[in-house]
Every structure is written in C-alpha cells, then in structure tokens.
C-alpha cells in the first residue's frame, strides 16, 4: 500500500525526490499537497505543494534516503 513519504514545496522539488527514489530503486507516485487546489480543481500555479508517496514496505529506506540528502531533517 501506498503512504505519504513527504510533502516537498514544489512539483519541481517532488520531481526531483521521485527521481532520487527512484535512481535507488523505491517507486515513487507524486500528486498535489492537501490544500494545494482551488474549488474548482485547478492548480494555483507551480509553486503549491506536492506529496510524494512511497510503498509502505520501503518507507525507512526512502526517509533515509531524503534525510542523507537533507530533504528530511532528523526530528522527521
């Protein structure tokens, strides 16, 4: 099953973290943040957040991954 792994500032930033999961073998899936589209389901621009979705069965290796790239802080 799918869980939220982190929520990145950007679909850029998103982008890249997928990539980085993805470079060490973790699937990744990104969509927009909670509270990132308006009423009417339209985007408000490219900078809204993006939460990036991990398998549950891969969640340590992704967090470590993004706390060794300084994605994730240690309290996270």
């Given amino acids: ?3 939220k792994l982190f929520t990145a500032p950007t ?3 998103a982008t890249i973290i997928k990539g ?3 470079n060490i073998d973790i699937k990744a ?11 009417s389901g339209r985007s408000h621009g490219p ?7 991990v398998d ?7 967090r470590a991954a993004l706390k060794e790239g ?5 309290v996270n």
Avoid: Q
């Avoid at 990104?30 to 990132?36: C, K, R």
């Avoid at 900078?47 to 979705?53: G, H």
């Fill in 11 to 13: 679909e850029i930033d």
């Fill in 47 to 53: 900078n809204v957040p993006y939460d990036i979705f």
């Fill in 1 to 3: 099953m799918k869980i």
């Fill in 29 to 39: 899936s990104i969509g927009p943040g909670m509270g990132s589209l308006s009423p």
């Fill in 20 to 22: 980085v999961l993805e």
């Fill in 56 to 62: 549950d069965t891969k969640i340590n290796e992704a």
């Fill in 70 to 74: 300084s994605w994730l802080s240690d």
